[in-house]
Nanobody, 117 residues
Framework: QVQLVESGGGSVQAGGSLRLSCAAF????????MGWFRQAPGKEREAVATLDSDGSTTYADSVKGRFTISKDNAKNTLYLQMTSLKPEDTAMYYC???????????WGQGTQVTVSS
Protein backbone atom coordinates (compact mmCIF):
# COMPACT_ATOMS: atom_id res chain seq x y z
CA GLN A 1 0.00 0.00 0.00
CA VAL A 2 1.19 3.49 -0.84
CA GLN A 3 0.33 6.62 1.09
CA LEU A 4 0.95 10.07 -0.32
CA VAL A 5 1.01 13.16 1.89
CA GLU A 6 1.12 16.62 0.35
CA SER A 7 2.35 19.78 2.04
CA GLY A 8 3.51 23.26 1.16
CA GLY A 9 0.27 24.85 0.09
CA GLY A 10 -0.79 28.25 1.31
CA SER A 11 -1.90 31.73 0.36
CA VAL A 12 0.30 33.96 -1.78
CA GLN A 13 -0.09 37.06 -3.87
CA ALA A 14 0.04 36.94 -7.63
CA GLY A 15 3.61 36.71 -8.85
CA GLY A 16 4.71 34.78 -5.80
CA SER A 17 6.12 31.28 -5.49
CA LEU A 18 5.38 28.10 -3.59
CA ARG A 19 6.94 24.66 -3.47
CA LEU A 20 4.65 21.72 -2.92
CA SER A 21 5.98 18.47 -1.51
CA CYS A 22 4.53 14.98 -1.67
CA ALA A 23 6.00 12.46 0.72
CA ALA A 24 5.44 8.86 -0.29
CA PHE A 25 5.13 6.11 2.29
CA UNK A 26 5.15 2.44 1.46
CA UNK A 27 6.82 0.83 -1.51
CA UNK A 28 7.23 3.17 -4.46
CA UNK A 29 8.33 1.20 -7.50
CA UNK A 30 11.11 2.82 -9.47
CA UNK A 31 8.90 2.30 -12.51
CA UNK A 32 6.09 4.43 -11.09
CA UNK A 33 4.86 7.58 -12.77
CA MET A 34 4.11 10.40 -10.35
CA GLY A 35 2.22 13.59 -10.93
CA TRP A 36 0.49 16.68 -9.66
CA PHE A 37 -3.15 17.43 -10.35
CA ARG A 38 -5.42 20.26 -9.30
CA GLN A 39 -9.09 20.96 -8.95
CA ALA A 40 -10.65 24.36 -8.54
CA PRO A 41 -14.19 24.82 -7.17
CA GLY A 42 -16.75 24.04 -9.84
CA LYS A 43 -14.15 22.74 -12.26
CA GLU A 44 -12.92 19.31 -13.26
CA ARG A 45 -9.65 17.95 -11.99
CA GLU A 46 -6.78 18.59 -14.39
CA ALA A 47 -3.28 17.28 -14.74
CA VAL A 48 -0.66 19.89 -13.89
CA ALA A 49 2.57 17.94 -14.37
CA THR A 50 3.76 14.35 -14.52
CA LEU A 51 7.15 12.73 -14.10
CA ASP A 52 7.53 9.27 -15.57
CA SER A 53 10.03 6.63 -14.50
CA ASP A 54 12.29 7.42 -17.46
CA GLY A 55 12.55 11.04 -16.39
CA SER A 56 10.21 12.40 -19.02
CA THR A 57 7.89 15.17 -17.94
CA THR A 58 4.64 16.66 -19.14
CA TYR A 59 3.11 19.98 -18.19
CA ALA A 60 -0.25 21.58 -18.71
CA ASP A 61 0.04 24.42 -21.21
CA SER A 62 -1.17 26.85 -18.57
CA VAL A 63 1.83 26.16 -16.30
CA LYS A 64 4.66 25.61 -18.79
CA GLY A 65 7.62 27.79 -18.00
CA ARG A 66 6.29 28.55 -14.50
CA PHE A 67 6.06 25.17 -12.75
CA THR A 68 8.72 22.49 -12.40
CA ILE A 69 8.18 18.91 -11.25
CA SER A 70 11.01 16.98 -9.66
CA LYS A 71 11.65 14.03 -7.38
CA ASP A 72 14.14 13.13 -4.67
CA ASN A 73 14.32 9.34 -4.77
CA ALA A 74 16.37 9.13 -1.59
CA LYS A 75 13.62 10.96 0.29
CA ASN A 76 10.73 9.37 -1.62
CA THR A 77 9.42 12.88 -2.17
CA LEU A 78 7.89 14.54 -5.21
CA TYR A 79 8.03 18.32 -5.60
CA LEU A 80 6.25 20.98 -7.58
CA GLN A 81 8.03 24.30 -7.72
CA MET A 82 5.52 26.97 -8.69
CA THR A 83 6.62 30.47 -9.71
CA SER A 84 4.87 33.51 -11.17
CA LEU A 85 1.66 32.30 -9.60
CA LYS A 86 -1.62 33.62 -10.96
CA PRO A 87 -5.08 33.80 -9.38
CA GLU A 88 -6.21 31.11 -11.82
CA ASP A 89 -3.72 28.72 -10.20
CA THR A 90 -5.94 28.71 -7.11
CA ALA A 91 -7.02 25.12 -6.48
CA MET A 92 -6.60 22.04 -4.35
CA TYR A 93 -3.44 20.33 -5.50
CA TYR A 94 -3.13 16.55 -5.37
CA CYS A 95 -0.19 14.21 -5.71
CA UNK A 96 -0.66 10.86 -7.43
CA UNK A 97 1.38 7.78 -8.31
CA UNK A 98 1.02 4.58 -10.28
CA UNK A 99 2.49 2.37 -12.95
CA UNK A 100 0.97 4.41 -15.77
CA UNK A 101 0.76 8.19 -16.10
CA UNK A 102 -2.57 7.68 -17.85
CA UNK A 103 -4.01 5.86 -14.88
CA UNK A 104 -2.56 6.81 -11.51
CA UNK A 105 -4.16 4.84 -8.74
CA UNK A 106 -2.65 6.25 -5.55
CA TRP A 107 -3.76 9.72 -4.45
CA GLY A 108 -3.00 12.08 -1.60
CA GLN A 109 -5.50 14.17 0.33
CA GLY A 110 -4.47 17.43 -1.29
CA THR A 111 -3.04 20.76 -0.27
CA GLN A 112 -4.77 24.09 -0.92
CA VAL A 113 -3.12 26.81 -2.96
CA THR A 114 -4.75 30.25 -3.02
CA VAL A 115 -3.36 33.06 -5.14
CA SER A 116 -4.76 36.54 -4.62
CA SER A 117 -4.55 39.38 -7.10
Amino acid sequence: QVQLVESGGGSVQAGGSLRLSCAAFGYIYSSYCMGWFRQAPGKEREAVATLDSDGSTTYADSVKGRFTISKDNAKNTLYLQMTSLKPEDTAMYYCAAGFFCSGLNYWGQGTQVTVSS
